[in-house]
């Protein structure tokens, strides 16, 4: 994701047409190249939030887990709105003498 479509993204700008289709056909090519079926996919997405979820409160409604392609290399993003720490998991301070 850009910069410009992260700020477009959190004033709320709808994309144009063209941006919209362009981000469709990646996604698209970044299932196609990572031979992902999507039920493969599906269950990746779940036990990532899972996962994190243990450590953090998601807001699991605003997150998202996609393949991106650019150029010629395929990443998995996990974009994950974080509500709060869970306080069960936060490390312990030994206690100094």
Known sequence: MTLREMIDRLLGRQ???ATTAKHRL???LAHDRSDLN???MEQMRRE???VVNRYVELDLEGGDVSLE???R???LVANLPIRRVRDDVLPQV???Q
């Open 26 to 28: 990646q996604l698209v």
């Open 73 to 75: 290399a395929t990443a």
């Open 94 to 96: 030994p206690a100094v």
């Open 38 to 40: 999507p039920d493969l």
């Open 48 to 50: 990532i939030l899972e």
């Open 69 to 71: 392609t650019e150029e």
């Open 15 to 17: 994309q144009a047409s």
